[in-house]
């Protein structure tokens, strides 16, 4: 399983653009990259999964250079609700049920 | 509301207890996960059902049992707990083939004194 690299903690104001960035040096060529919020108390909640180049939703968009040795979340416009542990997993849909959650980013928006 | 249930939400039992965990997902899925959550710590993945069989065991101590007797239902059954077992022990679903995204359930959160 590819291990993953993300800082601890991030500080943000509210209306600006948050990207948080996960170093994944061994990613393998099947494995995928998916990102995860949670709020305090709560189940991870699903928010984007991609593979290469960018992928956007309603909610975020995700950033995959060509080497795919690492993926960038940005989060657009932030709100005090914005404030959760962001968390980046890597793996190969195909081959594991195991998606190692690491310590995650702990996101902080200010007013 | 993530379309998985978990109940109680929250649990205190003594070491010598034996109580369970029930968890139900209402989102067709057939994958389902129990993770325990401590205080300050990274998810760790406890069990894994695909299709009912149990496909993913982390060494978990086996004062920790579980069993899905259908896609839609997940227990955890706890006995002869410790201390250190008293974390937020969360469920999760996933479709077949999509292993990534997860529904979580709110957890519970278990204290054992």
């Known amino acids: 399983l590819a291990k993953t690299t993300q800082p601890i903690s991030m500080d943000s104001y509210e209306g600006q653009e948050v990207n948080i960035t996960c170093s994944h040096n061994?990613?393998?060529?099947?494995?995928?990259i998916t990102w995860y919020q949670q709020f305090p108390s709560q189940g991870p909640r699903f928010i984007i999964q991609?593979?290469?180049t960018k992928v956007t939703n309603e909610v975020a968009s995700l950033f995959i250079p060509a080497d795919r040795k690492s993926s960038t979340l940005s989060l657009p416009r932030v709100s005090l609700s914005d404030t959760a542990v962001y968390y980046c997993l890597v793996g190969d849909p195909g081959g594991t049920y195991k998606y190692i959650f690491g310590t995650g980013t702990r996101l902080k928006v200010l007013a | 509301e993530t379309g998985v249930t978990q109940t109680p939400r929250h649990l205190v039992m003594g070491m010598t207890n034996k109580k369970s965990l029930k968890c139900e997902q209402h989102?067709?899925?057939?994958?389902m996960y129990w993770y325990k959550q401590s205080a300050k710590k990274p998810l760790e993945l406890m069990f894994v059902?695909?299709?009912?069989?149990?496909?993913e065991n982390n060494s978990v101590p086996s004062r920790f049992s579980p069993e899905c007797p259908n896609s839609s239902h997940l227990f955890l059954h706890l006995h002869t707990l410790q201390p250190e077992d008293s974390a937020l022990y969360l469920c999760?679903?996933?479709?077949?083939?999509?292993?990534?995204?997860?529904?979580f359930g709110p957890g519970t959160r278990l204290t054992v004194t």
């Open positions: 059902y695909s299709l009912e069989e149990r496909v």
């Open positions: 991609g593979y290469k």
């Open positions: 999760a679903s996933s479709q077949e083939g999509v292993p990534y995204e997860q529904y």
């Open positions: 989102l067709g899925h057939n994958a």
């Open positions: 061994n990613i393998a060529t099947n494995d995928y």
